[in-house]
């Protein structure tokens, strides 16, 4: 079964670009061996770990799954937060902010990186998409909260009936044609250029993405 060790293992090998049979070879083991660390068949010992964190220059609590930062530092509450940030923590929910912080870092680099595309109607799109959530979400709270509805021009019955979901399909799909009508190559997304373009930000967006990436790999393998 696939691991964490596994799934980063194999990733950072096709990141590099290089094959399973040279990369088995740099690392002093066979291909079939490495295909099994690779799918989660087999654990490795520690020197073999050692020898990959060398290899893909990566922390071993990286490679490991322990920590979303190569270097091996962890996503602290500093990393998300400046000073004028811990008045409200203190008056609030650490969790809440601390949330808020990992998706409006999240958000800014996206946004940034459509920007550098300059296709305006794949940025309304992607407004348009992000938006609905927070639409439904308030809503929702909205009403868990004993408010009626009546600040709302959508009647009940179409917000209960998945209109919403319509919607934010239809912004998805748009904002896919949009991109596919375009020139993507121009984005460098490298980890390395991500991390040096956004610094501590690219730390938000890599725990978001890795976070939903493992619930959606979950769902995938229950019985629905």
């Given at each position: ?159 209960d009936n998945a209109i919403i979901i319509t919607d934010m399909q239809l912004e998805h799909l748009r904002f896919v044609r949009n991109l596919d009508d375009g020139d993507g190559s121009a984005l460098d997304m490298s980890p390395q250029a991500m ?30």
């Amino acid at each position: 079964m696939a691991t964490e060790f596994s799934r980063g293992l194999s990733a950072l090998r096709q990141e590099r670009g290089v094959s399973q049979r040279t990369a088995s070879k740099d690392l002093g083991i066979s291909q079939a061996l490495l295909s099994h660390y690779e799918n989660g068949i087999r654990e490795p010992g520690l020197p073999f770990v050692v020898r990959a964190c060398d290899y893909y220059n990566v922390s071993a609590d990286f490679l490991l799954g322990r920590t979303l930062a190569r270097d091996g530092s962890m996503l602290s509450a500093e990393d998300l937060m400046g000073a004028e940030d811990m008045d409200s923590v203190l008056r609030g929910s650490i969790l809440a902010t601390l949330q808020s912080k990992l998706i409006t870092g999240s958000v800014s680099v996206l946004f940034d990186l459509l920007g550098k595309l300059g296709d305006k109607n794949a940025i309304n799109h992607a407004a348009n998409f992000l938006s609905v959530s927070v639409y439904q979400l308030y809503r929702q709270l909205y009403r868990h909260s004993g408010h009626r509805d009546a600040l709302f021009a959508t009647q009940n019955r179409d917000f209960d009936n998945a209109i919403i979901i319509t919607d934010m399909q239809l912004e998805h799909l748009r904002f896919v044609r949009n991109l596919d009508d375009g020139d993507g190559s121009a984005l460098d997304m490298s980890p390395q250029a991500m991390t040096e373009a956004y610094p501590g930000r690219t730390q938000s967006l890599t725990q978001v993405i890795s976070t939903v990436d493992k619930r959606l790999s979950r769902l995938a393998q229950e019985d629905v």
